[in-house]
C-alpha cells in the first residue's frame, strides 16, 4: 500500500519554464490538496479538491493550475514557474468519513525555480 | 474556521516529558483537535485527535480541558528522534474539512 506518491522528487526550472507535479493515492479518498513550505515557516494551502472533476482555490493560488480528471490523481501545473515559487510542495488526501481530519500527505517534491 | 495558536519553538532534554499546549478559544461544539508531527524533508504524519478529556496512543497522549478552548500535546520521555515540528489543528471531521496548517511548534530535543 503506498499511500499517496508524488513524482517528481526533485526539479529545477528555469524562469518561465512550466512543469506539472503529480500526485497519485491508493486509499480511494476523496479529498485531496497541494501545499507549498518555504523554510522555516508552515504548510499553505494552494488548491484542493473534494472530488473527482472538483477544484477550488486555497490561500496561495495564484501562478498555479490543478485538475482532478480521475479520483486517485491531483495534478498541480506551473505554467510560468517564477523564482517565488522555489519551495517544496507536499500533496496530501483524506477521506470525509470516519476521522476525517486525518490527512495522509506525500514525501514532497522539491523545486528550485532559477 | 478555529484558529489555533501555540508556541513557536521549544527545547527539552532527553527522557524528559514535554507538553505543548495549543489555544483554540473558538473551537466550534463538532471540532475535533488533530496534532501532527512533521520530521525535516518528510511531509506531517497524523499522530493524535481527540475531542474532550484525554486520548492515548502509542506515541502520545491529548488533554483536552471541559471548556476546549485549548489542548496540550505530551509526549512522554523524549528522544532526539522526537525533534520535529509540531502542529494544532482544529476542524469537523464530519464537515467538509480542509487541513489548515500555521507555523507549529519546532520543538528540539538535546542530548
Known amino acids: 500500500n503506498a499511500g499517496v506518491t508524488q513524482t517528481p522528487k526533485f526539479r529545477v526550472l528555469k524562469t518561465g519554464q512550466s512543469m506539472t507535479l503529480l500526485c497519485a493515492q491508493d486509499?480511494?479518498?476523496?479529498?485531496m490538496y497541494w501545499y507549498r513550505q518555504d523554510p522555516g515557516m508552515g504548510l499553505r494551502l494552494i488548491h484542493y479538491?473534494?472530488?473527482?472533476?472538483?477544484?477550488a482555490k486555497g490561500e496561495v493560488p495564484d501562478g498555479y493550475n490543478v485538475s482532478r480528471l480521475k479520483k486517485q490523481n491531483f495534478l498541480l501545473g506551473l505554467e510560468s514557474a517564477a523564482p517565488s515559487q522555489t519551495s517544496v510542495y507536499f500533496c496530501?488526501?483524506?477521506?470525509?468519513?470516519?476521522?476525517?481530519?486525518?490527512?495522509?500527505f506525500g514525501q514532497g517534491t522539491r523545486l528550485t525555480v532559477v | 474556521l478555529a484558529k489555533t495558536t501555540q508556541p513557536i519553538s521549544m527545547d527539552s532534554y532527553e527522557g524528559q516529558e514535554v507538553n505543548i499546549t495549543c489555544s483554540h478559544n473558538n473551537i466550534a461544539t463538532n471540532d475535533y483537535i488533530t496534532w501532527y508531527q512533521q520530521f525535516p524533508s518528510q511531509g506531517p504524519r497524523f499522530i493524535i485527535q481527540?475531542?474532550?478529556t484525554k486520548v492515548t496512543n502509542e506515541v502520545a497522549s491529548l488533554f483536552i480541558p471541559a471548556d476546549r478552548k485549548s489542548s496540550t500535546l505530551s509526549l512522554p520521555r523524549v528522544s532526539l528522534s522526537d525533534t520535529a515540528v509540531y502542529y494544532c489543528?482544529?476542524?469537523?471531521?464530519?464537515?467538509?474539512?480542509?487541513?489548515?496548517f500555521g507555523r507549529g511548534t519546532s520543538l528540539i530535543v538535546h542530548p
Open positions: 489543528l482544529v476542524g469537523d471531521p464530519g464537515g467538509s474539512y480542509i487541513p489548515t
Open positions: 486509499m480511494n479518498h476523496e479529498y
Open positions: 496530501a488526501s483524506s477521506s470525509p468519513t470516519g476521522r476525517g481530519t486525518e490527512a495522509f
Open positions: 481527540g475531542y474532550k
Open positions: 479538491s473534494v472530488g473527482e472533476g472538483t477544484t
